[in-house]
């Protein structure tokens, strides 16, 4: 019997969506992002690296199929990390992204926020991302953890402090009407959170800048190390962590403004609340995979665009270079 045409032959590391189509690269992300890897156990997971072992080295038991192999690979990629082969821990597992980091965007969209409120879901957001960012890195060359804390504190400050600020400027404005004060101040977590986003891809990848990055040719061979390029990756990694939030922090406050008023919850004001976290949660798992698959992960680049040297290290006319997540 014939597998189904959405199961393509098993290729060992590689997607198993093609990533050249935005819809490709949507459900790739799908897959990585998916909440159901959270409850693979123990046993399953060894079954699973197991199987993956067997195939490289050519000793697979008859009648496996692509779909199992895929399945297992999924599982392997979601709790094991690829640099260091050690499980990530769960609320920092990409696949753990939306489930841990609903209760905080739901924290950040609150109505009649106080100073300290405003700091603290500001402050546990921008946590949560640097545990994410730090557990999902590429840790094939060691890197400082003093880059990572100046990158944490960064996006903490410049978070909460655009937040804070914001939020005493629409206290201040005597023209607004309270309505209207309170409605502008459900959007004020989105231009913090995307300002520290921006902040954090800066602070902690600087490094990029100043050594460049690797740039392969066709055949995967590495043609040189590319500021130009390591400035592209940094442009589209930082656009990226713009359009993240714009969705899960817009879209509720005009959405929450509307159900509010309607008689459903004017009688049960206790149902806002759950209603409010259903809506995030919604938000938060359309958003995720759109915004990582609006860039490949491997981008392309003219060599024409790039330092002279590596233009006539290479005949290819483009070359690639991983933007990194």
Same mark, same amino acid.
């Given at each position: 019997?014939?597998?189904?045409?959405?199961?393509?032959?098993?290729?060992?590391?590689?997607?198993?969506?093609?990533?050249?189509?935005?819809?490709?690269?949507?459900?790739?992300?799908?897959?990585?992002?998916?909440?159901?890897?959270?409850?693979?156990?123990?046993?399953?997971?060894?079954?699973?690296?197991?199987?993956?072992?067997?195939?490289?080295?050519?000793?697979?038991?008859?009648?496996?199929?692509?779909?199992?192999?895929?399945?297992?690979?999924? !599982? +392997?990629? *979601?709790?094991?990390?690829?640099?260091?082969?050690?499980? =990530?821990?769960?609320?920092?597992?990409?696949?753990?992204? =939306?489930?841990?980091?609903?209760? !905080?965007?739901?924290?950040?969209?609150?109505?009649?926020?106080?100073?300290?409120?405003?700091?603290?879901?500001?402050?546990?957001?921008?946590?949560?991302?640097?545990?994410?960012?730090?557990?999902?890195?590429?840790?094939? +060359?060691?890197?400082?953890?003093? +880059?990572?804390?100046?990158?944490?504190?960064?996006?903490?400050?410049?978070?909460?402090?655009?937040?804070?600020?914001?939020?005493?400027?629409?206290?201040?404005?005597? +023209?607004?009407?309270?309505?209207?004060?309170?409605?502008?101040?459900?959007? $004020?977590?989105?231009?913090?959170?995307?300002?520290?986003? !921006?902040?954090?891809?800066?602070?902690?990848?600087?490094?990029?800048?100043?050594?460049?990055?690797?740039?392969?040719?066709?055949?995967?061979?590495?043609?040189?190390?590319?500021?130009?390029?390591?400035?592209?990756?940094?442009?589209?990694?930082?656009?990226?962590?713009?359009?993240?939030?714009?969705?899960?922090?817009?879209?509720?406050?005009?959405?929450?403004?509307?159900?509010?008023?309607?008689?459903?919850?004017?009688?049960?004001?206790?149902? $806002?609340?759950?209603?409010?976290?259903?809506?995030?949660? *919604?938000?938060?798992?359309?958003?995720?995979?759109?915004?990582?698959?609006?860039?490949?992960?491997?981008?392309?680049?003219?060599?024409?665009?790039?330092?002279?040297?590596? *233009?006539?290290?290479?005949?290819?006319?483009?070359?690639?270079?991983?933007?990194?997540?």
């Amino acid at each position: 019997m014939a597998e189904p045409a959405e199961y393509p032959p098993f290729q060992l590391g590689k997607p198993r969506f093609q990533q050249t189509s935005f819809y490709g690269r949507f459900r790739h992300f799908l897959d990585i992002v998916d909440p159901r890897t959270l409850f693979v156990t123990e046993s399953r997971l060894k079954e699973a690296v197991q199987l993956l072992e067997d195939y490289k080295h050519g000793t697979l038991p008859p009648g496996v199929t692509n779909k199992e192999l895929w399945g297992a690979q999924k !599982i +392997k990629q *979601a709790i094991i990390h690829p640099d260091t082969n050690e499980k =990530i821990f769960m609320p920092f597992r990409m696949s753990g992204y =939306i489930p841990f980091g609903t209760p !905080i965007v739901v924290g950040l969209l609150l109505p009649n926020q106080t100073l300290v409120s405003t700091v603290f879901w500001q402050w546990l957001n921008q946590s949560h991302n640097a545990c994410v960012n730090y557990a999902n890195r590429n840790a094939t +060359k060691p890197s400082p953890t003093s +880059k990572f804390i100046q990158g944490y504190l960064g996006a903490v400050i410049s978070a909460v402090s655009i937040a804070v600020g914001l939020n005493v400027l629409v206290q201040r404005a005597n +023209k607004f009407t309270p309505a209207t004060r309170l409605l502008i101040q459900r959007f $004020v977590p989105f231009p913090a959170v995307a300002s520290a986003n !921006i902040c954090n891809v800066v602070l902690m990848r600087h490094t990029e800048l100043e050594e460049g990055i690797d740039v392969l040719d066709s055949n995967g061979n590495i043609v040189g190390s590319s500021r130009i390029a390591a400035k592209h990756a940094l442009i589209e990694t930082a656009l990226t962590r713009v359009v993240l939030p714009m969705p899960i922090l817009v879209l509720p406050p005009i959405i929450m403004s509307i159900l509010e008023k309607t008689s459903l919850l004017r009688a049960r004001p206790r149902m $806002v609340l759950p209603v409010q976290g259903f809506v995030c949660l *919604a938000a938060f798992g359309l958003a995720l995979p759109l915004a990582i698959s609006l860039f490949p992960q491997m981008s392309e680049i003219e060599t024409s665009r790039l330092e002279p040297e590596i *233009a006539m290290a290479t005949t290819s006319k483009t070359v690639v270079y991983n933007k990194g997540l």
